[in-house]
């Protein structure tokens, strides 16, 4: 069984920053690709960024390119999204998530899901 828990979410000012923090359970975190998703109200689901797990390969959603970053420590078996930048569009809940193949922009792909942290960006 795999659990994750993000954390790191709050209230910033728009061109503020925040680093969101995924925690991993279970001894495969090393060996598993990553992603970050989010959901804003009345939206769907939509996907954020991911990372590979060996060569630190990463991928971007183009209206975060440039301002996140996703990173990962396997050693803590956490991955982060450090979030520069903000703007009051990136308000959503963050979830990160296990990825199990397949395309890695569609949630569907994606296996196991932690609880989400609310990020809001004010203007």
């Known amino acids: 069984q795999v659990q994750l828990v993000e954390s790191g979410g709050g209230l910033v000012q728009a061109g503020g920053s925040l680093r969101l923090s995924c925690a991993a359970s279970g001894r495969t975190f090393s060996s598993v690709a990553m992603g970050w998703f989010r959901q804003a109200p009345g939206k769907d689901r939509e996907f954020v960024a991911h990372i590979s797990w060996s060569v630190r390969i990463t991928y971007y959603a183009d209206s975060v390119k440039g301002r996140f970053t996703i990173s990962r420590d396997n050693a803590k078996n956490t991955v982060y999204l450090q979030m520069n930048n903000l703007k009051p569009e990136d308000t959503a809940v963050y979830y990160c998530?296990?990825?199990?193949?397949?395309?890695?922009?569609?949630?569907?792909?994606?296996?196991?899901w932690g609880q989400g942290t609310q990020v809001t960006v004010s203007s």
């Open positions: 998530a296990r990825f199990r193949g397949g395309s890695l922009y569609s949630a569907r792909e994606y296996d196991y």
